[in-house]
């Protein structure tokens, strides 16, 4: 027999022999994996599947329709996490791991339209946030251990057992993580693995916070430093006065919308145990916010902290280099009585920079907070506003100029008849003010170039008929114009500690324009 014919039996019997090793070990392996999925499974799930596929050769495992369920399941009821999922993809498995240890190490995992579904007791998302460490990571971990987890049009529900809706959902999610790594160390860390690089799109997201408020997110997309929110709400649960019967004390109600966000350059995650955030840039579009406070509420007496305490106080570091609110809309509205409706205060067109925004947390030394807002004031008028403070100053001070143009202050009726029974007819063809203060008051100057400043006054009783002898007596005490030049007041006001930031400016303001006219 020549050389050759030896040869090549020799490797068509080595040929036959991987083929029977492969039969046998592929026959082997599908046995063993029931094996590890239900006998050696140490889990508190259940794990079914319709059919599973293995190929030592690709050194791949395919499963089709898994069905995931607590072992503990009630009878009479679902308590805990369910899942169903169409196909599951482990790609370049570990034979040895897989024969010996009874533990499918592999490469990566793809899992197909999984449907998770949390039913727990309570209104909170998560009691404790080591029940995801401890129930879902960690358990699994047994299983299965991989580097890269690709997921496809997934969905995530979290419904309450104790009033049967949603608190948290999740629809249409894809999800790339790649460079995991889960041991006993990141397990006891708040985030119970590291990875190397992530992204993460989700179609849409509805969150219960609370029992007021709900949360709904038309679209998230992110991927390693960056993220983008699309069609963002946090709107009450109730209408406005359903609402106000629920509270024992005033309280501001919010309505707040925007179109998008966007987060540049974002670096978070936990450090020593501390979350942390930093960002480049977040940029807003097309903010609208409407707040309602129902003055018929007896007072919050609880003091109210200016920004700087509120930074300076944060828990973990936050730092945002550079914040614009762009095209926006805010609406302030307050109500003393329901019969006369609420006074309201408007700026369109709203823009705001905000620059070296960040917490106290850890800093011995930071450049003052600055923000300049350009709007519209009350549909007509023109009004910037620069305004600094510095988080680090314990004495929580501030300095805030600005300047309103040629407003009609006939457009503050909608503020001022319901919320003081007054009216105004005139024009600021500019005001200006300049204050300076902090946690005890405010203190500055204002100027007011104005014309034809008349008022009318209203009956208490009949807020529609006019009090014409207080009208009359009004008229006399104002000066109706500033003649020649603009007319300037020095001002001084005493903080009111119940009060919020925005009450004191408004005061000081206030207070200038009753030096100036009257």
């Given at each position: 027999m020549s050389i050759y014919k030896k040869i090549a039996i020799g490797v068509i019997s080595l040929f036959i022999i991987v083929i029977l090793a492969n039969i046998g070990l592929n026959y082997w392996i599908k046995k063993q994996l029931p094996v590890i999925i239900h006998e050696k499974n140490k889990t508190v799930y259940n794990i079914n599947y319709e059919k599973i596929e293995v190929s030592l050769?690709?050194?791949?495992?395919?499963?089709?329709?898994?069905?995931?369920?607590?072992?503990?399941?009630?009878?009479?009821?679902?308590?805990?996490?369910?899942?169903k999922i169409e196909s599951i993809t482990i790609k370049h498995f570990n034979i040895w791991d897989l024969a010996f240890r009874d533990i499918i190490q592999a490469e990566s995992i793809i899992i197909n339209k999984p449907h998770v579904i949390l039913y727990k007791k309570g209104e909170k998302l998560l009691n404790n946030r080591k029940s995801i460490e401890t129930e879902i990571v960690a358990p699994f971990r047994k299983i299965i251990a991989v580097s890269n987890i690709y997921l496809n049009d997934g969905t995530i529900d979290v419904v309450s057992l104790d009033t049967e809706k949603p608190i948290f959902s999740v629809k249409k999610i894809i999800l790339k993580l790649e460079g995991i790594l889960i041991t006993d160390t990141t397990l006891k860390e708040k985030i119970p693995l590291q990875y190397k690089t992530y992204a993460l799109i989700?179609?849409?997201?509805?969150?219960?916070?609370?029992?007021?408020?709900?949360?709904?997110?038309?679209?998230?997309?992110?991927?390693?430093?960056?993220?983008?929110?699309n069609n963002f709400s946090y709107l009450p649960q109730?209408?406005?006065?359903?609402?106000?019967?629920?509270?024992?004390?005033?309280?501001?109600?919010?309505?707040?919308?925007?179109?998008?966000?966007?987060?540049?350059?974002?670096?978070?995650?936990?450090?020593?145990?501390?979350?942390?955030?930093k960002a480049n840039s977040l940029v807003i579009n097309h903010f609208d916010a409407n707040i309602y406070r129902g003055k018929m509420l007896k007072d919050d007496p609880s003091k109210k902290y200016l920004y700087n305490h509120l930074l300076r106080n944060l828990k973990f570091p936050l730092q945002i280099d550079t914040l614009q609110?762009?095209?926006?809309?805010?609406?302030?509205?307050?109500?003393?009585?329901?019969?006369?409706?609420?006074?309201?205060?408007?700026?369109?067109?709203?823009?705001?920079?905000?620059?070296?925004?960040?917490?106290?947390?850890?800093?011995?030394?930071?450049?003052?907070?600055?923000?300049?807002?350009?709007?519209?004031?009350?549909?007509?008028?023109?009004?910037?506003?620069?305004?600094?403070?510095?988080?680090?100053?314990k004495t929580d001070g501030f300095h805030i100029q600005g300047v309103i143009s040629n407003f009609n202050v006939q457009g503050m009726t909608r503020f001022t008849k319901p919320y003081i029974n007054t009216t105004f007819t005139g024009t600021f063809h500019k005001y200006r003010f300049n204050f300076y203060g902090n946690d005890n008051g405010s203190k500055g100057n204002a100027?007011?170039?104005?014309?034809?400043?008349?008022?009318?006054?209203?009956?208490?009783?009949?807020?529609?008929?006019?009090?014409?002898?207080?009208?009359?007596?009004?008229?006399?005490?104002?000066?109706?114009?500033?003649?020649?030049?603009?007319?300037?007041?020095?001002?001084?006001?005493?903080?009111?500690?119940?009060?919020?930031?925005?009450?004191?400016?408004?005061?000081?303001?206030?207070?200038?324009?009753?030096k100036i006219l009257i």
């Open positions: 050769f690709s050194r791949n495992i395919y499963a089709q329709t898994l069905l995931v369920s607590p072992k503990n399941e009630p009878k009479d009821s679902k308590n805990g996490l369910f899942s989700i179609d849409s997201l509805f969150y219960r916070p609370n029992s007021f408020y709900y949360i709904n997110i038309g679209k998230i997309s992110t991927e390693n430093n960056f993220l983008k929110i109730f209408k406005r006065y359903d609402f106000v019967k629920r509270l024992d004390k005033e309280k501001d109600i919010y309505n707040l919308k925007f179109d998008s966000a966007q987060v540049a350059k974002m670096n978070w995650g936990f450090k020593n145990d501390k979350f942390y955030f609110v762009l095209k926006s809309k805010l609406v302030y509205e307050e109500e003393l009585d329901v019969a006369k409706g609420p006074g309201v205060l408007t700026f369109d067109q709203f823009n705001l920079q905000a620059t070296n925004l960040r917490s106290g947390f850890g800093l011995k030394k930071t450049n003052d907070v600055k923000i300049k807002v350009k709007c519209i004031f009350m549909k007509n008028s023109p009004l910037d506003v620069d305004w600094s403070f510095n988080v680090l100053d100027s007011l170039d104005y014309d034809d400043l008349k008022v009318k006054l209203y009956k208490k009783k009949k807020t529609e008929k006019e009090a014409k002898l207080k009208t009359a007596v009004a008229n006399l005490l104002v000066k109706n114009d500033s003649k020649d030049g603009a007319k300037t007041a020095e001002i001084e006001v005493e903080r009111l500690q119940d009060r919020s930031f925005y009450n004191l400016l408004w005061r000081s303001i206030a207070e200038s324009l009753k």
